[in-house]
């Protein structure tokens, strides 16, 4: 690219990495380039190399691969997008560059896929809600949707796990329980009136299905996949997929998720076993496997969703 001459989309995906803190390659190529094959490689590696932007590895949780490549904004990008009048010396230490951790790299690139997925909404990310409300740094809220009139804060719960080991589910829930505690009372201490959480592993889902009727205002629970899909779709509303168990705490309705994240072929031993008809919705990657491994009563719904995070729902 060359600092001398920089064009409109430059800044403009500086600006998103700057406001978002940290985006993957495959979210900046939904955002900038929806339709270019390999040219947002390039341009990538332009601001990459001309220091404006740091280039961190994606990995697996559970193996430690690498899956993609992320970036985040350097201190000479943001001083870059002073210089030419897009930011104020004042919000520089708003989102400096900083050393990168990779459990807080996950949880923040879950949370920017709202952006990239609801287009019909507008995603505010945490830190503007803290600033604004305002709100303590260590609070656990992660965003906020808008649309129109209608503003939804955001929190996320779950992470990706090795499902094999029955001790890493019991902790996971252990720790969960009390996250979404703090979450209720964080929600309350606010009073924040429209709230959704995503969670992001059936496990997790299902126990606070089951076990937590708590929240102090109006709350969709959702699964993360399922509920960016009925979000984003305005012949999906909320209220025809959930359920409501108290006041205005909505939950979609039961036996109607299953997750699959990474794939997790054995989750459809659950959908063998059903005796009644019910629908799938799942991955156009696994739609002609799981079609050999269901019945004849199974109607299957193809969505587009990301590769690496497949999605499975029963109803």
């Not at 009073?191 to 937590?212: A, C, D, G, M, P």
């Not at 009563?297 to 969703?305: G, L, P, R, W």
């Amino acid at each position: 690219m060359g600092l001398a001459r920089p064009n409109e989309q430059d800044f403009r995906i500086l600006i998103d990495i700057y406001t978002y803190r940290v985006l993957s390659v495959q979210q900046l190529k939904q955002i900038h380039f929806p339709n270019t094959s390999d040219y947002h490689y390039r341009k990538l590696r332009n601001l990459y190399q001309d220091g404006l932007l740091i280039k961190d590895r994606m990995t697996d949780p559970k193996s430690g691969r690498k899956t993609g490549t992320c970036y985040y904004i350097s201190h000479k990008g943001i001083e870059f997008l002073i210089k030419h009048g897009l930011l104020n010396q004042k919000d520089q230490p708003f989102n400096a560059a900083r050393s990168h951790n990779t459990k807080m790299q996950r949880h923040v690139l879950t949370l920017n896929e709202l952006k990239v997925q609801l287009t019909n909404w507008e995603w505010i990310d945490g830190r503007v809600i803290k600033r604004e409300l305002p709100m303590e740094n260590n609070t656990k809220i992660g965003g906020a949707l808008k649309r129109d009139n209608d503003t939804r804060y955001v929190y996320l719960v779950g992470e990706i796990f090795n499902r094999k080991n029955p001790l890493k589910v019991e902790q996971m829930l252990a720790a969960h329980e009390k996250r979404i505690s703090l979450i209720d009372k964080e929600i309350e201490k606010y009073q924040l009136k429209k709230v959704i959480i995503f969670v992001r592993t059936e496990e997790l889902y299902s126990y606070f299905y089951h076990n937590y009727s708590g929240f102090a205002s109006e709350c969709w629970l959702l699964p993360y996949r399922w509920g960016i899909y009925l979000l984003k779709n305005p012949d999906s509303p909320i209220e025809q997929y959930a359920s409501r168990k108290e006041g205005l705490f909505y939950k979609i309705k039961d036996r109607n998720y299953i997750d699959m994240y990474q794939g997790d072929i054995q989750i459809l031993k659950t959908a063998q076993a059903q005796d009644k008809p019910f629908s799938i919705f799942t991955n156009s990657l696994l739609e002609k496997t799981i079609k050999k491994l269901v019945g004849p009563n199974v109607d299957i719904h193809s969505v587009q969703f990301q590769k690496d995070k497949i999605p499975l729902t029963i109803q």
